[in-house]
């Protein structure tokens, strides 16, 4: 019923940027918190970033001051923007929402984590 999709992972440089977007689409009614998790090869999932619906953000300290996360409640997307990045920041990122949507006998339901299939970022020289 809901899908989430990343987009805009790749290799870059370390000292570069990246843009990653996740968009979710079905029958969405809306959307609650949205957050940006990460997983390095051999690591824990982590939370990277948060947003509530009303704009309030929370960063983990390892990623504060280089990124942001912003979203557009219209179009159903939450954005990470990654400056400064180094090899640290190296990992599969995984965007992660709660959403009011409307099940195919279109009841209205709420799941709290649905899940995009992750986006590779890859900072290396």
């Known amino acids: 019923q809901v899908q989430l999709v990343e987009s805009g992972g790749g290799l870059v440089q370390p000292g570069g940027s990246l843009r990653l977007s996740c968009a979710a689409s079905?029958?969405?009614?809306?959307?609650?918190?949205m957050r940006w998790y990460r997983q390095a090869p051999g690591k824990e999932r982590e939370l990277v970033a948060f947003i509530t619906r009303s704009g309030t953000t929370n960063y983990a300290d390892s990623v504060k001051g280089r990124f942001t996360i912003s979203r557009d409640n219209i179009k159903n997307t939450v954005y990470l923007q990654m400056n400064s990045l180094n090899p640290e920041d190296t990992a599969v990122y995984y965007c992660?929402?709660?959403?009011?949507?409307?099940?195919?006998?279109?009841?209205?339901?709420?799941?709290?984590?649905?899940w995009g299939q992750g986006t590779q970022v890859t900072v290396s020289s």
């Open positions: 079905g029958s969405i009614f809306s959307i609650n918190t």
């Open positions: 992660n929402a709660g959403v009011h949507y409307e099940d195919y006998r279109n009841v209205r339901r709420y799941e709290p984590n649905y």
